[in-house]
């Protein structure tokens, strides 16, 4: 597994989340997200070994859950109406993959000391 630094993964954050603002998804303000939505990307018990991947999507449920918590604000009934029902499924996928990293940096640690 590559040893990555602070600023490696400060670079990964800074671009994936400029790539979401460019990208379709941010520019489509009826997006409805489910959780089935998100099991089509990874499905669930799936085990991944490089971190990388995992945190670029991390980063990309975070800057779309943000964007749907701004959105709650709105006095609009059916824009904050999306925006609920759009929340709890990110957060459980951000959730998901937070546990998906730390399994990935504890694989890796029990590798290094079996050395």
Same mark, same amino acid.
């Given at each position: 597994?590559?040893?990555?630094?602070?600023?490696?993964?400060?670079?990964?954050?800074?671009?994936?989340?400029?790539?979401?603002?460019?990208? +379709?998804?941010?520019?489509?303000?009826?997006?409805?997200?489910?959780?089935?939505?998100?099991?089509?990307?990874?499905? $669930?018990? +799936?085990?991944?070994?490089?971190?990388?991947?995992?945190?670029?999507? $991390?980063?990309?449920?975070?800057?779309?859950?943000?964007?749907? +918590?701004?959105?709650?604000?709105?006095?609009?009934?059916?824009?904050? $109406?999306?925006?609920?029902?759009?929340?709890?499924?990110?957060?459980?996928?951000?959730?998901? $993959?937070?546990?998906?990293?730390? +399994?990935?940096?504890?694989?890796?640690?029990?590798?290094?000391?079996?050395?």
């Amino acid at each position: 597994m590559k040893r990555w630094t602070a600023d490696e993964i400060t670079g990964i954050i800074q671009k994936q989340i400029q790539d979401w603002h460019n990208g +379709e998804a941010f520019q489509n303000p009826d997006r409805v997200i489910v959780t089935d939505e998100i099991r089509r990307i990874r499905p $669930l018990n +799936e085990h991944r070994v490089d971190v990388e991947p995992v945190i670029r999507e $991390l980063v990309i449920t975070n800057t779309e859950m943000w964007h749907e +918590e701004d959105k709650v604000r709105s006095m609009k009934d059916d824009v904050v $109406l999306k925006a609920v029902r759009n929340i709890n499924p990110l957060n459980q996928h951000r959730n998901d $993959l937070i546990e998906e990293i730390d +399994e990935i940096m504890v694989d890796a640690a029990q590798k290094t000391e079996s050395r």
